[in-house]
């Protein structure tokens, strides 16, 4: 086998040889040698061709070409590094948002959670009943209990609720979310203790259920991952816990709303574990649906055959106690990840829109080039290269740009994994685990080949086509060529135009709906509010205790300066939804439920504190102890007696109690984005609340007395932990983190897209003023105004944009429509973004068009002439 | 590729191939002494071009039909000299032999005096 080189060389020998018997023949006949050279060589024919045609014979020999090319493209990228530079920037760009969007997309919407056999893993939530506007609910913790006693088809069931522990050590108390859950909680999600032991079955009852298990982090951060924390006691709550067991490190929980809604706060891992300590045999089988309920199925069971028999399983209570939950199994990582699926799927298709744009401007500068490159062409053709040829040729040179674009993108999809880590609102799933797997790779590998064929799809074409006659013939180009070259130009910036208004109507309307989200009538005051939670829930303090601190806690923090009132509550507005039991009339308490209501324990100074105003009636006053009152929101005064007082009436608690309405108050939202819930107010007395949360308006700014109410609690009972101080604003604030997020990235991309285009345009635009110079000499020279000149330029210039405009629009309304899932408050066709966008891209390409048309109106009519 | 050259008469490849194999039954040659028995053989009818006879015969190398080695001329200068193998023998009979039976294929129709049914 020999070495191509070798060959090549040995074939070339062959041809000389033949030419030099050829020509040593015809002397013999008689020809003079001059002679017989000429004519030996016409007869011969084309000796490149000839070589050529017998190496490619021999295997090896497309691939010797193709080495060839790629060392041609090579020196042509060094030859213009400028525009090489910027090309594989904003290849580098592109590609790695692709790599970056599609590691987070893997990571968090596509690979299995970390459990064993997590494809049989389900929640339980229960269907909300008809009429009431939420997804789903927890479940109750006696219905669990009647699962994991008579499921057969449940391999294994557990249940959890969020709850805080408040540990007391030397220097003071310190406060953990961690969650509370029935022995069987690791065992169904199939993880273990790395240290220590799991719960047993009889922890889980009151007696024997002071025991702790640690998460990973909590014990590395808090116990300087000492082995010897196993068997050790914490005062907890005010009573001895000891621990028992430390979760591995690798352990990745759903987080709050993943478990199901209201599920506590987001954010954070659970710090600590402890069992139930609760008897659920005997637990009221209404109400009460606050655990979040996880199934493993048996193998071979199917999520229809589970939930059926769960359904049956309750059948009785739901008889007994007229209650209508109605249990479905959803899988759990379909819990986890279903409300981040949109948002990402956005990102994604905007990451791929963008790598769109850099192509189509990559393209374009590479068609640039290819039309300086007509005479080249020419010779090789003449030389034998074949159409396939020269195509390939250009998609060489595409491949050497994408190549090095592509790993230049690595540092570019690191640094966005990066940021993203950092950014990521905390309410985005598994965002711990982002890891650029194979299934990223190849889809960068898939996007890189993609790219190139995008790329140096129309350069290769017009390449292509190129006649050798015309290319050799002319030292210019002629006039119609560069006609043809400007009209496939303007083509390439309508696509960029194209793209980049749909990426900026998807970013307008992101926009829009971050300020319409911002400016919902939440029915508090969110400026001058200030709210402070207290943990009360230690041993040795029983209800009495915790509402007197609550009574003497009012007192001190209405006495402080700048406070203007100062209430008390168990969940504040915007914060979420919770202490959720059913509607009832008072009048009728046996009677059909109206709706799902929250319930709320607050002081008589409540309302003024958040400045929810009283629309009818009276709040609660010290001389209403011991009367079974309440008051109730707009919206419950609508659903339970529409149109009529509802002052004096009577409405149902959250147990069988029958309260009179004293007033009326206005709606408060619970959430951002969905309207205000239906809401009964009791008084804070009726109710120890073990984590209540001090709400305080201020006359001066929240923050400055922030410290002065964290010192009155804190002097109060210095055992109870003070959690995070948060103004409303920061509230709001949080719960818009997400929207903002991603509306920046969407408006970055934008931005770069904006960019690009501009220079596309500038670019077409100077080109066919370069080309038209002649012309404008001559209607100069006839007698045109140098203005009316400027302004055809421009109006030419734009026209390509006006179409791309056009084209955008429509895709950027289709864009949003499928994003609706996003959007708030605004229609995808919103006339306002529409308008906005179509003047920013008139006004960015008129600046465009400005410097050509100012060396168009500068055109010396003499000089141009001449030149032609 | 750019204009084909084409030859006087548009061979088929397995045709070509026939007529250089035959050309080396007499004795190994070099390219250009198979040209000039083509030429010779043919009375100056078949002239193969060199974009056509080259690429043939170092197919036919790798193919195994012929080997080839370079030799020494009587000027000292190196040329490329082509045997048949026993392989190439045998592919030389096959494609005569289809050569044969086609060409009295169509002769047979060119004489027939009636439309054939």
């Given at each position: 086998m020999k070495r191509p080189g070798r060959r090549r060389a040995d074939i070339d020998e062959e041809i000389r040889s033949h030419l030099r018997l050829a020509i040593a023949d015809r002397i013999a006949r008689g020809e003079s040698p001059d002679e017989a050279e000429r004519h030996a060589r016409i007869e011969l024919g084309n000796e490149l061709l000839v070589r050529e045609r017998t190496r490619d014979v021999w295997p090896g020999a497309g691939v010797q070409r193709w080495l060839q090319d790629l060392r041609y493209a090579v020196r042509q990228i060094r030859r213009q590094p400028g525009v090489s530079a910027v090309a594989v920037l904003t290849l580098a760009l592109g590609l790695g948002s692709v790599t970056a969007a599609a590691a987070v997309i893997n990571s968090v919407l596509v690979e299995p959670l970390r459990f064993r056999e997590p494809d049989r893993l389900f929640s339980v939530v229960n269907r909300p009943p008809p009429g009431t506007e939420h997804r789903y609910w927890l479940t109750n913790g006696r219905h669990v209990h009647e699962w994991r006693t008579h499921c057969r088809s449940c391999e294994d069931i557990a249940m959890a609720e969020n709850v805080a522990f408040n540990l007391s050590q030397a220097g003071g108390a310190e406060r953990f979310e961690g969650l509370r859950v029935s022995f069987t909680f690791f065992r169904t999600l199939g993880v273990q203790p790395a240290l220590g032991r799991d719960f047993r079955p009889e922890e889980e009852l009151p007696a024997d259920s002071r025991v702790l298990i640690l998460s990973d982090a909590t014990w590395r951060g808090y116990f300087a991952a000492d082995p010897g924390v196993i068997g050790r006691t914490l005062r907890v709550n005010g009573e001895p816990y000891v621990v028992i067991g430390v979760m591995p490190s690798d352990l990745r929980l759903p987080l709050g709303d993943q478990w199901g809604p209201r599920f506590g706060s987001v954010a954070t891992q659970p710090a600590?574990?402890?069992?139930?300590?609760q008897d659920f045999s005997q637990a009221r089988p209404a109400g009460n649906n606050n655990y979040a309920s996880v199934v493993r199925l048996r193998p071979g069971v199917t999520a229809a055959q589970a939930e059926a028999e769960l359904n049956a399983l309750i059948a009785e209570f739901v008889r007994q106690f007229d209650i209508q939950p109605r249990p479905m199994l959803l899988p759990l990582h379909d819990t986890v990840v279903r409300d981040a699926r949109a948002g990402l799927l956005l990102l994604g298709a905007i990451a791929l829109t963008t790598l769109l744009i850099v192509c189509v401007n990559v393209g374009h500068l590479m068609l640039i080039r290819t039309a300086s490159r007509d005479r080249e062409v020419g010779i090789r053709m003449a030389l034998g290269s074949s159409r396939g040829q020269l195509f390939g040729l250009v998609l060489t040179e595409a491949l050497v740009l994408v190549a090095i674009g592509a790993v230049a993108s690595l540092g570019v999809a690191y640094a966005g994994l990066e940021a993203f880590r950092l950014w990521a609102p905390p309410e985005l799933p598994r965002v711990a685990d982002l890891h650029a797997g194979p299934r990223v790779w190849m889809i960068t590998l898939a996007s890189a080949a993609a790219a190139t064929v995008v790329c140096g799809l129309l350069p290769a074409w017009r390449m292509a086509r190129t006649d050798p006659q015309d290319a050799l013939k002319a030292a210019t180009r002629t006039q119609s060529s560069a006609r043809r070259t400007v009209r496939i130009r303007e083509l390439m910036v309508g696509v960029e135009v194209a793209l980049s208004t749909v990426l900026l109507v998807v970013g307008g309307l992101l926009t829009l709906s971050l300020v319409r989200v911002l400016a919902v009538p939440m029915g508090v005051d969110v400026a001058h509010v200030i709210t402070q939670d207290v943990s009360t829930s230690i041993a040795?303090?029983?209800?009495?205790?915790?509402?007197?601190?609550?009574?003497?806690?009012?007192?001190?923090?209405?006495?402080?300066?700048?406070?203007?009132?100062?209430?008390?509550t168990n969940q504040v507005p915007l914060r979420g939804e919770t202490w959720i039991c059913q509607l009832r009339d008072g009048a009728m308490p046996d009677g059909p439920a109206a709706a799902l209501a929250n319930f709320r324990f607050v002081s008589g100074g409540y309302f003024d504190a958040t400045g929810i105003p009283i629309t009818r009636g009276r709040t609660f006053r010290a001389a209403d102890r011991g009367q079974p009152v309440a008051l109730i929101s707009e919206r419950t005064a609508?659903?339970?007696?529409p149109g009529q007082d509802a002052v004096g009436r009577r409405v149902g608690g959250c147990g069988d109690s029958s309260l009179e309405v004293l007033g009326v108050v206005g709606d408060a939202r619970a959430d951002l984005e969905k309207d205000a819930p239906v809401v009964?107010?009791?008084?804070?007395w009726t109710m120890p609340i073990s984590r209540p949360h001090f709400v305080v308006r201020t006359r001066v700014?929240?923050?400055?007395?922030?410290?002065?109410?964290?010192?009155?609690?804190?002097?109060?009972?210095?055992?109870f932990p003070i959690g995070q101080a948060a103004t409303l604003a920061d509230i709001v604030d949080r719960a818009v983190t997400g929207r903002r997020v991603q509306m920046r990235v969407v408006l970055g991309f934008a931005a770069l897209a904006l960019v690009l285009a501009s220079l596309g345009i500038y670019g077409v635009v100077s080109f066919a003023v370069a080309t038209r110079v002649p012309e404008i000499g001559i209607r100069l020279a006839l007698g045109a105004r140098r203005s009316a000149l400027g302004l055809m330029v421009v109006r030419q210039g734009l026209l390509p944009v006006a179409f791309g405009l056009a084209a955008g629009l429509v895709v950027g309304v289709a864009a949003g429509r499928a994003a609706s899932s996003q959007l708030f408050g605004v229609a995808p066709g919103d006339p306002w973004i529409l308008a906005g966008v179509s003047l920013l891209l008139f006004i960015v390409g008129a600046a465009a068009c400005w410097l050509p048309a100012r060396r168009a109106m500068r055109v010396n009519p003499l000089r141009a002439l001449r030149a032609e | 590729m750019g204009a084909r050259a084409a030859n006087r008469l548009d061979l088929l490849q397995g045709t070509l191939d026939m007529i250089v194999l035959q050309t080396l039954t007499w004795g190994p040659q070099h390219g250009y002494g198979i040209t000039q028995i083509i030429r010779s053989g043919t009375r100056d009818v078949l002239r193969v071009e060199t974009g056509s006879l080259y690429?043939?015969?170092h197919r036919l190398e790798r193919q195994g039909l012929v080997k080839a080695e370079w030799k020494l001329s009587e000027h000292n200068q190196r040329t490329r000299v082509y045997r048949l193998t026993p392989a190439g023998r045998k592919r030389l009979a096959d494609e005569h032999s289809r050569w044969t039976r086609l060409h009295a294929a169509i002769d047979g129709l060119m004489r027939a005096k009636g439309a054939p049914a």
């Amino acid at each position: 086998m020999k070495r191509p080189g070798r060959r090549r060389a040995d074939i070339d020998e062959e041809i000389r040889s033949h030419l030099r018997l050829a020509i040593a023949d015809r002397i013999a006949r008689g020809e003079s040698p001059d002679e017989a050279e000429r004519h030996a060589r016409i007869e011969l024919g084309n000796e490149l061709l000839v070589r050529e045609r017998t190496r490619d014979v021999w295997p090896g020999a497309g691939v010797q070409r193709w080495l060839q090319d790629l060392r041609y493209a090579v020196r042509q990228i060094r030859r213009q590094p400028g525009v090489s530079a910027v090309a594989v920037l904003t290849l580098a760009l592109g590609l790695g948002s692709v790599t970056a969007a599609a590691a987070v997309i893997n990571s968090v919407l596509v690979e299995p959670l970390r459990f064993r056999e997590p494809d049989r893993l389900f929640s339980v939530v229960n269907r909300p009943p008809p009429g009431t506007e939420h997804r789903y609910w927890l479940t109750n913790g006696r219905h669990v209990h009647e699962w994991r006693t008579h499921c057969r088809s449940c391999e294994d069931i557990a249940m959890a609720e969020n709850v805080a522990f408040n540990l007391s050590q030397a220097g003071g108390a310190e406060r953990f979310e961690g969650l509370r859950v029935s022995f069987t909680f690791f065992r169904t999600l199939g993880v273990q203790p790395a240290l220590g032991r799991d719960f047993r079955p009889e922890e889980e009852l009151p007696a024997d259920s002071r025991v702790l298990i640690l998460s990973d982090a909590t014990w590395r951060g808090y116990f300087a991952a000492d082995p010897g924390v196993i068997g050790r006691t914490l005062r907890v709550n005010g009573e001895p816990y000891v621990v028992i067991g430390v979760m591995p490190s690798d352990l990745r929980l759903p987080l709050g709303d993943q478990w199901g809604p209201r599920f506590g706060s987001v954010a954070t891992q659970p710090a600590m574990f402890r069992p139930l300590g609760q008897d659920f045999s005997q637990a009221r089988p209404a109400g009460n649906n606050n655990y979040a309920s996880v199934v493993r199925l048996r193998p071979g069971v199917t999520a229809a055959q589970a939930e059926a028999e769960l359904n049956a399983l309750i059948a009785e209570f739901v008889r007994q106690f007229d209650i209508q939950p109605r249990p479905m199994l959803l899988p759990l990582h379909d819990t986890v990840v279903r409300d981040a699926r949109a948002g990402l799927l956005l990102l994604g298709a905007i990451a791929l829109t963008t790598l769109l744009i850099v192509c189509v401007n990559v393209g374009h500068l590479m068609l640039i080039r290819t039309a300086s490159r007509d005479r080249e062409v020419g010779i090789r053709m003449a030389l034998g290269s074949s159409r396939g040829q020269l195509f390939g040729l250009v998609l060489t040179e595409a491949l050497v740009l994408v190549a090095i674009g592509a790993v230049a993108s690595l540092g570019v999809a690191y640094a966005g994994l990066e940021a993203f880590r950092l950014w990521a609102p905390p309410e985005l799933p598994r965002v711990a685990d982002l890891h650029a797997g194979p299934r990223v790779w190849m889809i960068t590998l898939a996007s890189a080949a993609a790219a190139t064929v995008v790329c140096g799809l129309l350069p290769a074409w017009r390449m292509a086509r190129t006649d050798p006659q015309d290319a050799l013939k002319a030292a210019t180009r002629t006039q119609s060529s560069a006609r043809r070259t400007v009209r496939i130009r303007e083509l390439m910036v309508g696509v960029e135009v194209a793209l980049s208004t749909v990426l900026l109507v998807v970013g307008g309307l992101l926009t829009l709906s971050l300020v319409r989200v911002l400016a919902v009538p939440m029915g508090v005051d969110v400026a001058h509010v200030i709210t402070q939670d207290v943990s009360t829930s230690i041993a040795g303090y029983d209800g009495a205790s915790r509402i007197r601190f609550a009574e003497q806690a009012l007192e001190r923090l209405a006495g402080i300066p700048g406070v203007a009132a100062a209430g008390v509550t168990n969940q504040v507005p915007l914060r979420g939804e919770t202490w959720i039991c059913q509607l009832r009339d008072g009048a009728m308490p046996d009677g059909p439920a109206a709706a799902l209501a929250n319930f709320r324990f607050v002081s008589g100074g409540y309302f003024d504190a958040t400045g929810i105003p009283i629309t009818r009636g009276r709040t609660f006053r010290a001389a209403d102890r011991g009367q079974p009152v309440a008051l109730i929101s707009e919206r419950t005064a609508q659903a339970l007696w529409p149109g009529q007082d509802a002052v004096g009436r009577r409405v149902g608690g959250c147990g069988d109690s029958s309260l009179e309405v004293l007033g009326v108050v206005g709606d408060a939202r619970a959430d951002l984005e969905k309207d205000a819930p239906v809401v009964v107010y009791e008084p804070y007395w009726t109710m120890p609340i073990s984590r209540p949360h001090f709400v305080v308006r201020t006359r001066v700014e929240p923050e400055r007395v922030a410290a002065d109410v964290r010192a009155a609690l804190h002097d109060l009972n210095p055992e109870f932990p003070i959690g995070q101080a948060a103004t409303l604003a920061d509230i709001v604030d949080r719960a818009v983190t997400g929207r903002r997020v991603q509306m920046r990235v969407v408006l970055g991309f934008a931005a770069l897209a904006l960019v690009l285009a501009s220079l596309g345009i500038y670019g077409v635009v100077s080109f066919a003023v370069a080309t038209r110079v002649p012309e404008i000499g001559i209607r100069l020279a006839l007698g045109a105004r140098r203005s009316a000149l400027g302004l055809m330029v421009v109006r030419q210039g734009l026209l390509p944009v006006a179409f791309g405009l056009a084209a955008g629009l429509v895709v950027g309304v289709a864009a949003g429509r499928a994003a609706s899932s996003q959007l708030f408050g605004v229609a995808p066709g919103d006339p306002w973004i529409l308008a906005g966008v179509s003047l920013l891209l008139f006004i960015v390409g008129a600046a465009a068009c400005w410097l050509p048309a100012r060396r168009a109106m500068r055109v010396n009519p003499l000089r141009a002439l001449r030149a032609e | 590729m750019g204009a084909r050259a084409a030859n006087r008469l548009d061979l088929l490849q397995g045709t070509l191939d026939m007529i250089v194999l035959q050309t080396l039954t007499w004795g190994p040659q070099h390219g250009y002494g198979i040209t000039q028995i083509i030429r010779s053989g043919t009375r100056d009818v078949l002239r193969v071009e060199t974009g056509s006879l080259y690429p043939a015969l170092h197919r036919l190398e790798r193919q195994g039909l012929v080997k080839a080695e370079w030799k020494l001329s009587e000027h000292n200068q190196r040329t490329r000299v082509y045997r048949l193998t026993p392989a190439g023998r045998k592919r030389l009979a096959d494609e005569h032999s289809r050569w044969t039976r086609l060409h009295a294929a169509i002769d047979g129709l060119m004489r027939a005096k009636g439309a054939p049914a």
